[in-house]
């Protein structure tokens, strides 16, 4: 809990410098998700980051990381992963490292994420599994045959890392989808039952390229099924604060992603930009995943990426992301409304006093 207190000036000096990064580190994905906003031509090899350029970005932070998101396409394929996730561990120190995966070569998968939570004693290590249906619906939905057998063999062989080491968390995460959205429940009691899934989250499909057929949410079904995840994880026993904490803050994070959804325009201060960042697997850098808004390129800065952040286009991309930038009007990122809720003192506040007096 200690390594957290380093973020608390931020939620009132925000400063430039990211405590959330989302890289890409590859787009290469062996899945075949239709509703993935990530998907399209491949980049070759040879322009993709290597370590020892990612080992220069890590070292131009001049402040710790709070999250690091390692994402893709499937990040466990790019060659050089463990070494790029050393290279952050040395200079940012993530409390949280956090990467999904498709679960489609389980042992590698868990060799590898053995590898990292061990290099990363200090960090937590997160493994998100994909898990969209059971059974045969997942295999439907992600084009693969045989993928939910995988995330079974997948996760039971996380736990028998898990034995060992104490720093990496087993999460499973579910993309809400029109073709899954009235099985939710369902899904949500069966996973509880593996015994081995420390959490299961679940974020709402987006991106503005993703086909209307995938998105078609039915906005008051969302809300029932927001409002079930809440009432049953406070009735699952006497929660510790933390605990509370946490049930309230992913609940007021549903909440704001439902009035999106009903009003379609944000409902919070965006802090994307300047604690929250992206990063792609060619070294480009956007304020958010869903903003093509390009401010600058690694590899162009000398690999500095306080100079991109301090530069005139992030300045003035900043400025148009705090007037209302059109692209961000229906957003629903869960994991930039995480920090834009956390960082925002009123919002802190609301939270934490619903933590402390909810029943």
Not at 274 to 290: A, F, K, Q, S, Y
Request: contains cysteine; positive net charge.
């Amino acid at each position: 809990m200690n390594r957290l207190y380093r973020f608390l000036p931020r939620i009132f000096f925000k400063g430039r410098m990211p405590v959330h990064l989302t890289y890409f580190v590859t787009d290469a994905c062996d899945s075949h998700c239709g509703y993935c906003f990530y998907r399209g031509s491949r980049v070759s090899g040879e322009k993709i980051l290597a370590a020892a350029e990612v080992e220069k970005v890590a070292r131009s932070f001049s402040s710790p990381l709070l999250w690091l998101l390692l994402s893709g396409g499937e990040p466990l394929l790019h060659p050089e992963i463990e070494e790029i996730c050393a290279s952050f561990y040395r200079h940012t120190r993530p409390v949280f490292l956090v990467i999904p995966t498709n679960c489609l070569r389980p042992e590698a998968i868990a060799a590898s994420l053995e590898r990292i939570s061990s290099a990363s004693p200090l960090s937590t290590v997160v493994a998100k599994l994909s898990l969209d249906g059971w059974g045969e619906e997942h295999d439907r939905l992600r084009g693969v045959p045989g993928n939910f057998e995988h995330f079974l063999r997948t996760g039971l062989a996380l736990a028998d890392v898990k034995r060992r080491r104490a720093n990496l968390v087993i999460g499973v995460n579910t993309v809400i989808l029109p073709q899954n959205q009235f099985r939710l429940e369902d899904l949500r009691r069966r996973v509880a039952e593996l015994g081995w899934v420390d959490y299961h989250n679940f974020s709402l499909v987006r991106g503005a390229g993703v086909d209307a057929r995938w998105k078609n949410i039915d906005v008051e079904q969302y809300r029932r099924f927001a409002t079930q995840i809440r009432k049953e994880r406070f009735q699952g026993g006497k929660l510790f604060d933390g605990a509370r904490f946490k049930v309230v803050q992913d609940s007021r994070q549903r909440e704001m992603v439902y009035r999106v959804l009903k009003k379609g325009r944000k409902q919070l201060a965006c802090y994307a930009g300047r604690l929250n960042l992206v990063m792609t697997e060619t070294g480009d850098i956007h304020p958010c995943e869903m903003i093509s808004w390009k401010l600058g390129n690694v590899r162009e800065a000398g690999y500095n990426l306080k100079a991109i952040i301090n530069g005139p286009e992030a300045r003035k991309c900043r400025r148009a992301i705090a007037a209302g930038l059109k692209d961000c009007d229906r957003c629903t990122n869960e994991c930039y409304l995480i920090t834009n809720i956390l960082f925002n003192p009123g919002e802190l506040i609301r939270v934490a006093g619903e933590a402390v007096f909810s029943r």
